[in-house]
């Protein structure tokens, strides 16, 4: 044991030493929780590090080729999508860079994965860059105004990042940087929650949200993210809206001011657009004949770049452009932590979204390729993607579905591939950035509208989700309309409230059913859904298909009464008013009367329906997962009631942990005698055994 932990040890011993097994077993967790041998030291720094233990193994000669491969591949789409999702972020091209640098590098270190590609993803550069925009609008920047790029003379020539003003983090330090220094506070603030759920093991959350969730979400925001680039596809200068109905109010304002659209990025865009649509539709054609895929961004943001610069598309025509992007690194600062107060609510949709999507995406990858990975350490390592980066002036990441697919199909085998993709965007960042200064925005907008086809085109899907399961196919609706039409946070709020409303609901309201045997076998099924199905002369079996808990347990009882027939506490008052019109009868002292009396009693007491029709009733449990307090007593009630006109309640199939709560709900008693007369594994051990009793009562008669 460390000294840290003979301290904590001998600070929690207690005097008594003959403490019971509890005490004892406390203690001896306590003490290997608290001792740091090396051996625990070691496993502790190759788990927090997976690349020390698959690093050492790498197959040199059968891997490299295949990751140096997707590496390039990676890098070059890497370039162009981070240059075009600054946009959405609200933030300059330079901070994309170091983004897919850093998180490239840092997932290699920490990643369980050996496929995804992390780095910038759309839908998180939506979220950021709604928190920025807020946040800029709070602290009295104008949004429409963007920073000429002639800000430096109308020259493009190369200037080092460590230029930019970046000295305060406040509002006083002008838009540009007080934006960054939003994104950086968010972004830490984001990866300090995902260590966080890391550390407390809370990786099991991503299982609540379901994929009609995470669908609905994805095509919602990527509305959203459509919505906000139209405007650089027409060249129109627009309000940016934040808030609430920004989906509603950004294409009113658009139809309004179409007349305004510049037509040099009109025609940028149709040509842009025809050339991404077409080369994807080919790619996805004929995916399985192409080892390399295209680099379509690439070449389309090149030849953009050279036809604006040498024909002056920015000075003839207004054409907005990317203006300058500079080289090298920024030196690192801290984020500012007098601002985190303020985005701290939004840090955590960010931080489950990309926890989320990091997961599945790995779990896809694994179990397509047949190794494990560790949930909680992708937690630890997509959040350090963010901790970290956020020192060097970067934003929020996570995996992306589109470059982990081209990962895996360009020869990806490990994530040394990462580190490839790492260095193109290094020599960007240190060479080739000044270059895309003539770069159109609405170039960039076609790139960011055609990488969300794969999220809009799950739309299709729906009719189909809706023919198989119309309660996922609402959460997706509902979830979709939220995230557009609201906001993406509250949308996903919405979405997930609305999946565990329905999941409620569904138990709340379960399927219920009487039961018939099927001659001449042992198996009994619902009447109403099979035919020639023999009922039980005497006995009613009726299955529940859900939990018994406090939510339904009022549903329980009226489907078991409507089931069988008969309300034991209706029978019960009917008899009491029965008993009581006797009483009256016989108090009467006019003859007359009496006999009137008499006769309305007998005629209640007719009134009372017969139980001779079944003496027992056996509740089928084997769907009955759990059962809590209201659970219990619902079902001592039922018998209770039921036992007070003469019939019997048999359990049969509950599973051992319905099982566990009837013994210690006293169901059977206090010592539990009356179980092997009350409980049975089967519908038909109970069948068979109510016939015995029948047939030992005749016997006896």
């Not at 904590?8 to 019971?20: A, D, F, Q």
């Not at 299955?543 to 008969?566: H, I, Q, V």
Request: some cysteine; proline content about 5%.
């Amino acid at each position: 044991m460390g000294p840290m932990g003979w301290c904590i040890w001998e600070k929690l011993r207690s005097p008594n030493v003959g403490g019971s097994g509890l005490r004892e077993m406390a203690k001896a967790k306590l003490r290997r929780s608290c001792s740091l041998t090396p051996a625990r030291l070691k496993d502790s720094v190759l788990g927090f590090f997976p690349v020390t233990v698959w690093l050492p193994k790498y197959r040199f000669r059968e891997y490299i080729v295949g990751d140096i491969m997707s590496g390039l591949v990676i890098g070059v789409i890497l370039v162009p999508q981070a240059i075009a999702y600054s946009l959405l972020a609200g933030l300059k091209p330079i901070y994309s860079l170091y983004t897919s640098f850093f998180a490239n590098i840092i997932y290699f270190l920490m990643g369980t994965s050996r496929h995804v590609s992390v780095g910038i993803f759309s839908l998180l550069c939506l979220m950021v860059g709604q928190v920025v925009d807020r946040e800029l609008q709070l602290a009295g920047f104008d949004l429409n105004e963007d920073i000429s790029p002639d800000s430096r003379n109308g020259s493009n020539e190369t200037f080092p990042a460590s230029d930019l003003p970046l000295g305060n983090t406040g509002p006083e330090c002008g838009k540009e940087c007080y934006a960054i220094s939003i994104a950086t506070a968010l972004t830490f603030l984001a990866g300090v929650y995902q260590v966080l759920m890391g550390l407390f093991r809370l990786g099991f959350v991503s299982t609540y949200l379901s994929q009609p969730l995470l669908d609905g979400f994805a095509t919602g925001a990527s509305l959203t993210i459509l919505t906000s680039q139209v405007k650089y596809l027409f060249g129109i200068k627009i309000p940016r809206h934040q808030g609430y109905g920004m989906f509603l109010a950004t294409w009113v304002n658009m139809i309004r001011n179409l007349p305004q659209a510049n037509v040099c990025d009109v025609i940028t865009s149709v040509i842009c657009l025809t050339v991404l649509v077409a080369a994807k539709e080919l790619a996805d054609r004929y995916k399985n004949k192409t080892k390399i895929p295209l680099p379509t961004e690439l070449i389309v943001i090149v030849t953009a770049t050279l036809v604006s610069h040498f024909g002056n598309l920015h000075e003839h025509y207004g054409s907005s452009i990317s203006g300058d992007i500079p080289t090298g690194f920024i030196p690192p600062k801290a984020p500012n932590f007098g601002l985190m107060h303020r985005v701290a609510l939004d840090a955590v949709p960010i931080a489950i979204i990309g926890f989320a999507f990091t997961v599945s995406l790995s779990e896809m990858f694994a179990k397509n390729y047949g190794y494990p990975i560790k949930a909680n350490q992708e937690m630890f390592a997509v959040g350090f993607c963010n901790i970290i980066p956020s020192f060097f002036h970067s934003f929020t990441t996570s995996a992306a579905l589109a470059k982990s697919l081209v990962k895996t199909s360009t020869g990806c085998h490990t994530q040394v591939s990462s580190v490839v993709s790492a260095i193109v965007v290094l020599l960007v960042l240190l060479f080739l950035a000044p270059l895309f200064y003539s770069l159109q925005k609405s170039v960039l907008a076609c790139i960011i509208i055609v990488s969300l086809k794969g999220a809009l085109w799950k739309c299709r899907d729906v009719p189909k989700q809706y023919r198989v399961n119309k309660t996922d196919a609402l959460v997706w609706g509902v979830t979709m309309a939220s995230c557009a039409l609201i906001s993406t946070e509250i949308g996903l709020l919405v979405g997930i409230l609305f999946s565990m409303f329905c999941v409620v609901g569904r138990t709340q309201h379960p399927r219920v059913a009487l039961l018939g045997q099927i001659e001449n076998t042992i198996f009994y099924e619902d009447s109403k859904q099979y035919d020639n199905l023999l009922p039980v002369p005497k006995i009613k079996i009726f299955r529940f298909e859900a939990p018994l808990y406090y939510a339904n347990k009022d549903f329980f009882l009226k489907s078991l009464y409507k089931m069988t027939g008969l309300d034991p506490t209706l029978e019960a008052a009917k008899r009491k008013e029965c008993e009581r019109g006797k009483t009256t009868t016989d108090e009467r002292h006019v003859e007359k009367g009496v006999i009137r009396e008499l006769g309305q009693a007998d005629t209640t007491c007719h009134l009372v329906p017969k139980q001779s029709e079944f003496h027992t009733i056996i509740i089928d449990c084997s769907s009955v997962l759990f059962l809590d307090t209201a659970g219990i007593s619902t079902l001592k009630n039922v018998r209770k009631d039921y036992r007070a006109m003469n019939i019997a309640i048999l359990l049969t199939g509950c599973n051992p942990s319905v099982r566990d709560s009837l013994k210690r709900g006293g169901y059977f008693g206090n010592d539990d005698s009356s179980m092997k007369e009350l409980l049975f594994y089967s519908v038909h051990g109970a069948v068979q055994f109510v016939r015995a009793k029948e047939q030992t009562m005749d016997s006896t008669v």
